[in-house]
Structure formats: structure tokens, C-alpha cells
């Protein structure tokens, strides 16, 4: 719009002046009534983004996970923002952690947890008898509390492995799950465990994992 003797006056270019026919030249020679000529001059709507992404990483520390002979989770790990804390106790759905370092962040502000990725990649070549699957899970503990308790935000990751574990095997999840809602002052941690199935063996696999959660 450009003001010529006090009246407003709009740029158009009946000739094809036309926001893509000029390759982002937005200057038109011609003045006069305003008329649409080109839905390029339009600009794209952008999708909006809600949420905090929270990255986890096991750095330099390898997770150790080890299962138990029949088959259930014996000691996960916990992954922070680099490292990770390899070995901790598992007691059906409950972690305490007093005393131990935890690798937990305090949630900030309320909100639900409402996506979770997560990868694991093996550092170490192994034969596994079964099938083992590397599950990652946020578990969540109360103000004021260092006992935690899984949530729902969990994934399996894909493909499970069996066999001939090569180094730098890798498997991958993306989670599903309702909203998992979290209050101001909870303290979240992510846990990596293995579990697994067909064979009555105790199990160890050793590797790299990282993940992200999404906090709406």
C-alpha cells in the first residue's frame, strides 16, 4: 500500500506482476484497485508448535541391562542428559533411588507427557538365546519423594534381539499412549530394561541409548 495526494493506493500489475512470476521481486510498476491476481502473494500458513521436547542421552556411559531367568526386567539403567546410571534395583514397578544418583529432572510447570522416542544401539557383540526387548519408560516420583513409579509413557523398541547381536545393532520405538499428566515439583526419570522370551536364561545387553519426551 502507498499513499499518492492523501488516498491510499494498492499495487497491482495487471500484467502478471504476480508475487512467483517475479522470483520474490515484490516491486510492481503499476498502481490501482487492488485485485488478487496471484495466490502465491499469499503467505503459507504455519503449523504451530506446543510442547517442550526433554532429550535424554547415555553419553559415555554404557546402559548395562540385564534380565532375569524367567525372562523379567533384573537391573535397568537410567539415562540423563549425557550420562547414565547403570545397575539400579527394580522392584516390580518401583525405583528407589534415595541415596543414589538419580539422573531425574523436577518438572517445572503442570502438563502431560504426550510423546516418547527412544533408540538403543549395542556396543558390545553378543549371542543372546531367546528374544529380548529393550523397553524405555518414564518413571515418575512425587514432590519431595525419591521413590518412583513407572508411568504409562513406555515403547518397545523394534526390532527385538535374538541371536548374533553385531556391534552397533540398533533398534528404535516411538510410544502411544493417553496423556500422562505431571504436576510442578514431580521429578521424572527415564528407565531403559530389557525383557525376555522362549528361553529360561538370564540375559546382558550393553549399549548407547537415547530418547525424547514431549511435555504439552
Known amino acids: 500500500i502507498m499513499k499518492k495526494g492523501g488516498v491510499n493506493m494498492f499495487l497491482n500489475d495487471p500484467n502478471g506482476c504476480g508475487c512467483s512470476s517475479r522470483s520474490g ?10 485485485l488478487a491476481v496471484d495466490v502465491a502473494c499469499i503467505p503459507p500458513i504455519q503449523p504451530t508448535t506446543e510442547g517442550s521436547i526433554i532429550p535424554f542421552s547415555s553419553g559415555v556411559t554404557p546402559v548395562v541391562l540385564t534380565s532375569l531367568v524367567t525372562g523379567l526386567i533384573a537391573t ?16 516390580g514397578e518401583t525405583l528407589d533411588l534415595t541415596g543414589i544418583i538419580t539422573e531425574a529432572f523436577t518438572v517445572p510447570r503442570a502438563g502431560s507427557i504426550t510423546g516418547l522416542s527412544a533408540s538403543f544401539s549395542a556396543t558390545a557383540a553378543v549371542t543372546l538365546v531367546g528374544t529380548t526387548t529393550v ?29 548374533l547381536i ?7 520405538g516411538s510410544g502411544s499412549f493417553a496423556p500422562v499428566p505431571v504436576a510442578a515439583g514431580d521429578k521424572l526419570v527415564m528407565v531403559y530394561s530389557i525383557t525376555t522370551a522362549g528361553v529360561a536364561i538370564a540375559q546382558v545387553l550393553t549399549g548407547t541409548a537415547s530418547a525424547g519426551i514431549t511435555i504439552l
Open 25 to 34: 521481486n515484490m516491486d510492481c510498476p503499476n498502481f490501482g484497485p487492488f
Open 76 to 91: 535397568p539403567s537410567l539415562i540423563g542428559f549425557g550420562t547414565a546410571v547403570p545397575g539400579v534395583t527394580l522392584v
Open 135 to 163: 523397553t524405555a519408560t518414564i518413571y515418575r516420583a512425587p514432590a519431595g519423594s525419591s521413590v518412583y513409579t513407572a508411568t504409562t509413557a513406555t515403547v518397545n523398541l523394534a526390532p527385538p534381539f535374538t541371536g
Open 166 to 172: 553385531a556391534l552397533g545393532a540398533t533398534a528404535f
